[in-house]
């Protein structure tokens, strides 16, 4: 853990916490970096998302009705 560190308290269910332990024992690893390195990846994948979205931001807009006539009038539903 880095120098900055901060103590929280979460409460797991407790079938998580037990398959946590296990995960925790077999990848040599504590607890702590193992939920650390599950919230750094589910941060990452909103910060994707969100640079996604931000690269989309110019293109037009196309209502779901109109889509789906579309597709419709393009013979694929």
């Known amino acids: 853990m880095g120098s900055e560190a901060r103590r929280a308290t979460i ?3 407790a ?3 037990a398959a946590l332990r296990m995960k925790s024992a ?3 690893k504590s607890i702590s970096e193992l939920v650390n390195d599950a919230v750094r990846g589910m941060l990452r994948e909103d910060a994707d998302d969100l640079a996604a979205f931000d690269a989309r931001a110019n293109e037009p807009f196309v209502a ?4 789906v006539k579309w597709l ?3 013979g694929k539903l």
Do not use: A
């Open 64 to 67: 779901f009705e109109d889509m």
């Open 15 to 17: 079938d998580l916490h």
């Open 26 to 28: 077999i990848q040599d």
């Open 11 to 13: 409460y797991l269910d």
């Open 72 to 74: 419709k009038d393009d």
